[in-house]
């Protein structure tokens, strides 16, 4: 199958930074988008961006010009460098990817297992 591992959060002051990764493993044939997605206690699951195959982007306007995604195609994995966080980023950041499969399956929606991020002083 297909695995998606994030590493990368824990606690950090308003201002900080934290630098997220995922990485993907398993019967993967080709990865198409990719994105990270948030959820904040009692809150829904939300776009936090997005980053294609061709490393285009797109941002959720609350994180724009402080996020940045990026993406290693070559070692199938996806990173979220947060700047300037702030306490209303606190939250269980998870990965998320389209996947083609070695058996040329489509996996539209493999999630990671998520990381949590506390921007707290």
């Known amino acids: 199958q297909v695995r998606l591992v994030e590493s990368g959060g824990g606690l950090v002051q308003p201002g900080g930074s934290l630098r997220l990764s995922c990485a993907a493993s398993?019967?993967?044939?080709?990865?198409?988008?990719m994105g990270w997605f948030r959820q904040a206690p009692g809150k829904e699951r939300e776009l936090v961006a997005t980053?294609?195959?061709?490393?285009?982007?797109v941002y959720a306007d609350s994180v724009k010009g402080r996020f940045t995604i990026s993406r290693d195609n070559a070692k199938n994995t996806l990173y979220l460098q947060m700047n300037n966080l702030r306490p209303e980023d606190t939250a269980v950041y998870y990965c998320?990817?389209?996947?083609?499969?070695?058996?040329?399956?489509?996996?539209?929606?493999?999630w990671g297992q998520g990381t949590l991020v506390t921007v707290s002083s």
């Open positions: 998320n990817a389209n996947v083609l499969t070695t058996d040329w399956r489509i996996i539209p929606d493999a």
């Open positions: 398993g019967i993967i044939r080709n990865i198409n988008a």
């Open positions: 980053i294609t195959s061709g490393s285009r982007t």
